[in-house]
């Protein structure tokens, strides 16, 4: 859109608008003290850290898909260090049982009872290495935890640790020896990241930093999980005009209505649109990038800007949109072009 967008045209005044302000502004300069970090240790990928940031800022997990060797997992130990988290790795494998992930009751033979023994998921970063890997009774074992935040153990149900984030990985370009996830799965996943090959002088600076005589870099701790506990709540407080809601549900709408928004040529490249988990995923994220642009307000950018990353699995294309090679991003491409910007 070509209409001017001036400041706090989407903001509302109220008491508390100074306050939001100052918080906006305090957290705004705390995570890219938080992002400098950790960019001593990763070169490149800033996009992809700000948006797991903005996952874990909405309490929204993560599906990040990229080829091996893109430091997906440096990355996300590097945040887990800088914000003092805890950190649980999972490399999902196909001879995986449930009990791994979520953990086991143990028999005490001599007194005749059962012990809990908690799994890797109780962490509050928890890294799914290759969840496309193992079964689909082990992807399984995440549903629970990744939407309650709980885990149930024979009788017991146990509460996980708060803040509390899965990433999980997957390769996009191996088949063999995989388990694709179902639709129920994807969607309990907030955002869908496709990671891409470094730059060439980024590349360079990779090697110089990683395969040079001196040490390797590490990362300190900058924030705790107070303080990103803090800026969720913060992040909860930012202002949503109503026309604003009213473009995120058009947007969303249009990939199961295409018809009814002038797109009628998408009509046979969609299977299925995307849930209404989208339109909330696309609220939550768009107030996380306010909040960490120092604004306390969604501006119609912040929702154009993280459609793709919370629509693109979302969406079920056709055996016509594979034939024509038509992805999901080419969809959303024209559900933005076409719906008009408040």
Avoid: W
Wanted: charged share 25%.
């Amino acid at each position: 859109s070509n209409r001017i967008v001036y400041p706090f045209q989407y903001g509302k005044y109220t008491m508390d608008s100074q306050q939001n302000q100052n918080d906006a502004e305090y957290f705004q300069d705390r995570f890219r003290t938080l992002q400098a970090e950790i960019g001593k240790v990763i070169v490149g990928q800033e996009d992809a850290l700000k948006k797991v940031l903005l996952g874990f800022l909405c309490g929204g997990h993560v599906l990040l898909e990229g080829v091996p060797g893109l430091a997906k997992t440096l990355l996300i130990q590097t945040l887990s260090t800088c914000i003092k988290a805890e950190f649980s790795r999972i490399q999902f494998t196909p001879d995986m049982l449930p009990g791994d992930v979520t953990g086991t009751q143990i028999f005490n033979p001599r007194e005749g009872t059962y012990s809990i023994r908690t799994g890797p998921v109780f962490g509050n970063i928890v890294l799914a290495d290759e969840i496309n890997r193992a079964p689909a009774k082990v992807q399984a074992a995440l549903l629970e935890a990744m939407q309650e935040k709980q885990v149930t153990l024979g009788d017991e149900t146990l509460k996980l640790p708060n803040p509390f984030l899965v990433l999980a990985t997957q390769n996009p370009i191996e088949q063999e020896g995989t388990y694709p996830l179902p639709e129920a799965q994807l969607d309990r996943f907030m955002m869908k990241l496709q990671l891409h090959y470094p730059k060439r002088d980024e590349e360079i600076r990779i090697l110089d930093r990683m395969a040079g005589t001196g040490r390797l870099p590490e990362a300190s701790s900058v924030m705790d999980l107070d303080e990103i506990i803090k800026a969720q709540a913060a992040a909860k407080k930012i202002f949503v005009d109503d026309r604003i809601k009213g473009y995120t549900v058009d947007v969303v709408n249009a990939t199961r209505f295409p018809k009814e928004y002038g797109c009628e040529h998408l009509v046979k490249f969609i299977e299925n649109g995307a849930s209404v988990r989208a339109s909330l995923s696309l609220i939550k994220v768009a107030k996380a990038r306010a909040l960490m642009e120092g604004r306390t307000y969604v501006s119609p950018h912040d929702i154009k800007s993280m459609a793709y990353e919370v629509l693109r699995h979302r969406i079920a294309l056709s055996y016509e949109a594979e034939a024509q090679a038509k992805t999901a991003d080419d969809i959303i491409d024209e559900i933005l072009e076409k719906i008009e910007v408040p």
